[in-house]
């Protein structure tokens, strides 16, 4: 038993060469216990708050630590302390060069334009370019017909009623219909709230609507047991967003069409359906406005 401890602290701490490469805008300063173990990402969990470490194919976000070298199987424990992160035995000073911005830049030059045409584009390669069992049948409904069981059309029926009620302005109902419904880790309920209260901040800060009481209302209203789907919504919610999904806003926003089709693709490589759903949700609101909310 002592040589294996050994190989272990051996595999954790030399044979491996450790690096650094991000830490959350939005960590807390606590030592965590271990929440949940995926192939890419560990979560650990304070008081209800989550921070997950990550490898550097999940990317960047609010609450991740991004460690290069380090074998995901081997994290275990984390501690974070004031300008330093404990990983295991690996103490890491926080460079404050390496933390990411999770808000986005809303001072830079606006084209109402391009911003139009680049949600024609998102739209396009939301219909044609997600997966199956996601929920862009909002978007045309001939891909309704990759739900043929009685269940998956119950489904879709209800997804289809939450997300209008939602975005007619009938927040309770529309939240009750979507709330914790469909498939995978973050279920598509979820992931599309998550899109719309990411629209909701975008809309706010484009063009000078008060949505912060709605956004908030929202947020309290889809808040569950599943603490990833709730972080997920919290951090929206703020318009604190994780790289991907500020990358294909911010494409949206201030760049062009091929930045929009890359920043999507990456998007898409988020969970089975979430990325898809997310963007379905973002792409209803932003084209919805903002005028159905006041």
């Not at 190989?7 to 650094?20: A, G, P, Q, S, W």
């Not at 001939?142 to 009938?170: D, H, M, P, Q």
């Not at 975008?202 to 912060?212: A, G, Q, S, W």
């Not at 930045?259 to 792409?283: A, P, R, W, Y």
């Amino acid at each position: 038993m002592k040589g294996k401890t050994v190989l272990k602290e051996n595999l954790e701490t030399n044979i491996y060469e450790l690096e650094l490469l991000s830490t959350g805008d939005r960590l807390r300063i606590g030592n965590y216990k271990l929440h949940s173990r995926f192939r890419r990402v560990v979560n650990f969990v304070k008081d209800g708050y989550l921070t997950s470490i990550v490898t550097e194919e999940v990317g960047r976000g609010p609450i991740n630590i991004v460690i290069k070298g380090f074998p995901i199987d081997y994290v275990k424990a984390l501690y974070i302390g004031d300008g330093f992160i404990a990983v295991n035995k690996n103490r890491f000073k926080i460079n404050k060069n390496l933390i990411y911005t999770s808000k986005i830049d809303f001072s830079l030059e606006f084209s109402r334009n391009r911003y139009i045409n680049n949600l024609h584009t998102l739209r396009d390669l939301l219909i044609f370019h997600s997966p199956e069992r996601s929920l862009s049948f909002l978007l045309d409904e001939r891909r309704e017909e990759y739900f043929e069981t009685e269940f998956e059309r119950a489904f879709v029926n209800r997804i289809k009623a939450g997300a209008g009620k939602l975005l007619s302005g009938n927040i309770e109902t529309g939240i009750s219909l979507l709330k914790g419904v469909g498939y995978g880790l973050t279920p598509s309920g979820d992931d599309f709230i998550s899109g719309v209260l990411s629209g909701l901040y975008i809309l706010e800060n484009l063009f000078n609507y008060n949505l912060t009481t709605i956004r908030d209302k929202i947020y309290k209203l889809s808040k569950t047991h599943n603490l990833i789907s709730s972080s997920f919504l919290y951090f929206s919610s703020r318009g604190e967003f994780f790289e991907r999904v500020k990358n294909l806003i911010t494409s949206i926003i201030y760049k062009g069409k091929r930045d929009v089709e890359k920043h999507f693709f990456k998007l898409m490589g988020v969970g089975d359906t979430s990325g898809s759903d997310i963007g379905t949700g973002l792409f209803m609101t932003l084209k919805k406005g903002g005028e159905v909310w006041l």
